[in-house]
Each structure stands twice: as structure tokens, then as C-alpha cells.
């Protein structure tokens, strides 16, 4: 039924750890029997503001290529990062299926501390993955927005963000231009997480396949710290269990990411066992088929 899948990214921040974060996912829960798709090395131009911006591309294009075929296969693709470039690999490649076999347009739910929104010309840190929201929506650098076929990917109106809690000036002034909706986690705890999720999923409920993308950097890193950019706050283990909970039920959510594990700040498996535990719960529990 799931197809599960990940690649070690760790380009689009530059955290070492992240090199061999998904080996030892895939060695501790040998069960999961996670395939491993390697980063691709290219030549770089030093003067490009967005980092490794080249092995970047070549690894997403092949992530989007792999996550193409797992959907040929009639699997459900559950991709495990890396850091979170690799969602313009995957997300592109969840859009563009839909689109081929169905003229569909696909949602898309990112579930992040961080609106990961700015452009190669809004970034202060060069890290792509700051930056492959825009690169979906078609703005950016070109060489970020043509994964298996040019262009934009998602329409603005078709995504919806849930937990944000660290968003850079520009970044909101994206959000805001592009009419994107938003639940920033302060709202989230201001009007219930289960009215937002009700939103949520009226919000998208016109829509055939939804991409549900979540950075583990979304939750309390007091919690779990195996993350690379950690923010103070956010969700709860539970808090995370009822969004895919109630997403999963009423939305017809047609692939999952998980990303962001870094191994090198984990304390005690806390992370990892977290994301194992995550797998089960998606690969087990009662789904609105996409
Ligand atoms: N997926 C993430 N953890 N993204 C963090 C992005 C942080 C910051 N906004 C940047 O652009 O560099
Ligand atoms: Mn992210």
C-alpha cells in the first residue's frame, strides 16, 4: 500500500548531520525496509546566492522522478528527508502525476515552523531549504522550478500552512502577496487546533489529492531536539496525532513527507523513535483514500 522512501539531504542546509540521519533511521527500524535514494553531487557556481544550488536540483529531480514511478506502481509514496529542499522533488512530483492522469490540481498542507517562502532574492541564509515554497509556486530561481516540467506547480489558494512560528519579514510579505492561507501556531492555540483543522479542510475540500509535507521542526524541540533549525514552542506529540489524524480522515491526502531529522541533536532516540512511531501511525490508520 505505502511505498516508503527517503534521501539523506542535507545540501539544502548544510547540517552534517543530516548526512547519515536516514541510514540510521533505516538501520534502527529495519521493518520500515526504507529504500535510499542518494544526493547527487554536481559542479557549483560560487557566485549563486542559494548554496549547493545544483546538487540540490539534481537531487530533487531524481526524488521527483522516483516518487513518479512509486505512484505508477498504484503505492501511496511516504518520503522521509533530508533536510526540507526535498519537497520540491516530491511535492512537483505528486502535482504533476495528478495533473498527467487526472487534470488535477493538487493541495498542498505544510506543517512547519518556518514558512520556507523566501526567493534566492529574499534569502539572508543561501540555505534552499528557506526557499522551495516559492520554487512550487513558480518564483525563484528557474533551475529551482521546472522538476519533471516547468513551471509552477501549485496554486497559492491551494495550500495551507499549519504551526508557523518563525517567519522572516519577506517571507510574510510573500504569504500576504499570494493570498496563502496561514495558522500561525499562536492562532492554532488561540482558536483550538480542531477549529483550525475544521478550516483547513473545508478550505481544501474542493480538491481530489492533497500533499501533506510535515518538518518535525514543527513541534516543541524541548520535545524533540533532532532537528536542525530548532524554534522555542510548538506542537505537542498528541497536537501532531490529531492533525493527521483528522487530515488523514477528511482529506484525500494522496502523499506524505516527513523531514527535517537530524540524529546529531536527538536525545535518547527521542526523534527517531517519534518518526518511526509517525510511519506506523500513517501506514495503519483509517485514511480518505485520494
Ligand atoms: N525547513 C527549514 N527548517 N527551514 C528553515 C528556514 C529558516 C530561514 N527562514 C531561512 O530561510 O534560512
Ligand atoms: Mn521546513
Known sequence: MFNIFGCPMHFGVGAPGLKYSLDYLRNRYENLRIVKLPEIPMEEDPDCVLKNRNTVAATCQSIAQYMYSVFETGKIPLFLGGDHSVVMGS???TSVYMQDHFGEDTGLIYIDAH?????????????????????LLGLGDEKLTGFLRPGAKFHPENIVYLGLRDIDP????????????YYTYDEICERSLSVCLEETVSYLSHLHYVHLSFDIDSMDPAIMPGVSVPVKGGFTEAEVYEMFGTLMKKLPIAAYDIVEFNQEYDRGNRTADFVSELVHFITTSDRKDA
Not at 534566492?120 to 541564509?125: P, Q
Not at 519577506?170 to 492561507?181: C, H, N, S, V, Y
Request: no cysteine; proline share 6%; charged share 15%.
Open 170 to 181: 519577506p517571507e510574510l510579505t510573500i504569504l500576504k502577496e499570494q493570498g496563502i492561507r
Open 115 to 135: 514558512a520556507d517562502i523566501n526567493t534566492d532574492a529574499t534569502t539572508v541564509s543561501g540555505n534552499i531549504h528557506g526557499v522551495p515554497v516559492s520554487a
Open 91 to 93: 511535492a512537483s512530483a
